[in-house]
């Protein structure tokens, strides 16, 4: 499993983490890259990533894992990304950009529309995408082309686990209802589920136990060919 952090301009800290964990205890890999962007590497790594994200942070993960299966540490037939919020924005660019790298992909509460994150009230992160994409309208052109809404026939060959909460007040869910209805129609495999009452992350104990079951079950049946 190649986790990501989300952010994008955060870290993996180097302390215990139970969902990671738990993955190594089911016999899973783990690895847990800082892209660059990423907080903790000083200025210049965070700051590499301003009017390129969507970009940089795509090519250093799939270095990443060219790197790590080169090492045998996982082969790309049983390898998935997993990320969240803007982790699975990178994580479905990775797996459109380079599909013989990865097998599957587990994303929560994704960004896939770049193209205006302010509309209707919603953002993520206020101006965010400014600084770390482009201003609009100038940019408009470069949010859509890295956005994962506008290229779903690129992920017909990566199966898909998509969770969102229905009141995520930073990636509103109406981006995966639409992400989801293009990808079916290009002929991609995914699984979509709503948790009701749930923001930016699963909070109710029987949502996290359902988030972990699924994972299992989807890695099982379209990896590991349970």
């Known amino acids: 499993l190649c986790w990501l952090h989300g952010g994008p301009t955060d870290q993996w800290q180097v302390t215990f983490m139970p969902r990671i964990a738990y993955w190594r205890a089911q016999g899973w890999n783990v690895l847990v890259p800082d892209h660059r962007g ?35 540490w996982g082969s790309p037939a049983q390898t998935a990304i997993v990320g969240s ?33 302010t509309e209707g009230g919603h953002r993520f992160e206020h101006h965010y995408a400014d600084t770390l994409v482009g201003q609009l309208p100038g940019a408009a052109a470069i949010r859509r082309s890295r956005s994962p809404l506008n290229y779903p026939e690129r992920l017909t060959l990566t199966p898909i686990l998509l969770m969102h909460g229905d009141r995520d007040p930073v990636v509103p869910v109406e981006q995966s209802r639409a992400f989801v209805e293009r990808c079916s129609a290009a002929g991609v495999d995914i699984d979509f589920v709503v948790y009701e009452d749930e923001g930016h992350g699963f909070r109710r104990v029987d949502n996290q136990f359902d988030e972990y079951r699924r994972m299992h079950d989807f890695l099982v049946s379209r990896i590991l060919g349970g």
């Open 38 to 72: 990423s907080t903790g590497h000083g200025r210049g790594y965070q700051q590499a990533l301003r009017g390129r994200w969507g970009e940089l942070d795509v090519n250093d993960i799939a270095d990443v894992l060219a790197a790590a299966h080169a090492r045998r």
């Open 85 to 117: 919020s803007a982790g699975g924005l990178t994580a479905i660019g990775v797996a459109a950009s380079h599909p013989s790298l990865v097998a599957a992909l587990v994303v929560a509460y994704p960004v896939t529309d770049l193209a205006d994150p």
